[in-house]
């Protein structure tokens, strides 16, 4: 064997020997050890940990050691109100299975039920979360997997309150099959890269269902973002692909399905905006690609405030939306093209699919009511048909060059 089959054959073997030696250890009120913290202190590297039904009444559990531990039969661990519960400062650690209640409140410290802190390969799944302040809380981790668990908390008011999974300086986190409610955001990125955010429900918080700030190179998708103060915000971050979600029932006078703002090279795709007080509100954002999304019954469908150049808005289906299009300035570098639109008046005398008229989304009534939101008051009223009748034919105040030449007849699949 040359010194290359050596070589392999050394690391099976110390592989196998950290296997090997691990050791199961049972926690329970009639075992040697009735608390999982002492089974924590007595275990080596590697170990599992069993724990048994029933209620443990602990907090501030440190780990700092790789460990399996697992909850046979859905535990509590109850922090009675008193602190954080779990701390993880090792790499390779794995908690599944267990019901965790309870955290103590602290502005200062911001207690989590589980903490994971500069930490590796760190997996957390199939718990449940409830009377948290915030739930799982990584800062300075990577190459972690958080899924299948259910995080409930009990926000009342946003600053008295934590997040459901919060992010911070993080990379390479996956986020998925998670539930979570109740809390202040759903699930919170900052600093955080090359997370991808998938399948979750995230509904009933505070302010976001999901919140990036200053993040890049992420995905999110799959998810549903159901009755939130607002669904989600995208903030002072690039390379975002956001395909494949629900924004649904975000409703109130500062409510987005979807606030993008300072972000650039970014893909909004087949998603749906679904009675939403606004669909999309974009303000300083550049680059952006939104490719088969339905925006149905909302507010607004897409509100540009601010400079927003070199956007592509192609094949969306804009259906029953009050306002399809807003924009507050008369200057556009955007693309529309071959969009669904219900408002459509025109006509396909050649059957092509393709509207025989350009169309115009943006009236000049929500150009008013930019400038003077009260105006919404006026929305059913003749004042209005007049209004957007006159730009139509003379367009003076919206954007000239804002316009879809080739509309689609049929809604895009």
């Avoid at 199961?24 to 590297?45: H, P």
């Avoid at 971050?237 to 924004?247: A, G, Y």
Wanted: net charge positive; glycine share 6%; aromatic share 14%.
């Amino acid at each position: 064997m040359n010194r290359f089959g050596f070589f392999i054959l050394f690391i099976i073997i110390i592989f196998s020997s950290k296997k090997l030696y691990s050791k199961n250890i049972k926690v329970c009120s009639t075992c040697e050890f009735k608390s999982l913290e002492m089974a924590i202190e007595s275990s080596c590297n590697y170990d599992s940990i069993i724990v048994e039904k029933g209620i443990y009444k602990e907090f501030n559990i440190i780990i700092s050691k790789p460990l399996t531990i697992f909850g046979k039969g859905t535990p509590t661990i109850d922090g009675n109100y008193r602190g954080e519960i779990f701390e993880i400062t090792s790499e390779n650690v794995t908690i599944e299975g267990f019901n965790i209640i309870n955290v103590g409140e602290s502005f200062k410290n911001d207690n989590a039920a589980i903490r994971i802190k500069n930490s590796k390969n760190v997996t957390i799944k199939n718990n449940f979360f409830e009377n948290i302040f915030f739930g799982i809380y990584l800062e300075k981790s990577s190459f972690c997997k958080i899924y299948n668990n259910s995080v409930t908390g009990k926000a009342t008011e946003e600053l008295y309150s934590g997040n459901g999974i919060h992010l911070w300086h993080c990379k390479n986190i996956l986020i998925e099959n998670n539930i979570i409610k109740n809390v202040r955001d759903g699930i919170y990125l900052e600093f955080s890269n090359q997370c991808n955010v998938i399948n979750n429900i995230s509904q009933n918080n505070l302010r976001y269902g999901l919140h990036f700030m200053f993040s890049n190179d992420d995905t999110y998708r799959k998810n549903n973002f159901q009755n939130n103060g607002s669904g989600v915000a995208v903030m002072f971050s690039r390379n975002i692909e956001m395909l494949d979600n629900v924004f649904q029932e975000n409703w109130g006078s500062a409510s987005y399905g979807l606030l993008i703002k300072e972000i650039n090279d970014s893909k909004i795709t087949n998603n749906v905006f679904l009675k939403n007080t606004l669909g999309v509100n974009m303000e300083g954002s550049n680059r952006i690609s939104f490719k088969g999304n339905d925006f149905i019954k909302n507010g607004w469908a897409i509100r540009v405030r601010g400079a927003s150049y070199s956007n592509s808005i192609v094949k969306n289906n804009f259906i029953n939306n009050t306002f399809d299009i807003s924009y507050n300035g008369n200057i556009n570098k955007n693309l529309l093209h071959k969009n669904y639109w219900s408002k459509y008046n025109g006509y396909d005398i050649n059957k092509d699919g393709i509207g025989d008229l350009p169309h115009r989304p943006v009236s000049l009534f929500s150009y008013v009511v930019n400038k003077s939101p009260g105006a919404i008051l006026l929305i059913r009223s003749l004042f209005a048909l007049i209004l957007d009748f006159s730009e139509r034919a003379y367009p003076i105040f919206t954007p000239t060059y804002l316009i879809d030449n080739e509309p689609s007849i049929n809604k895009s699949e």
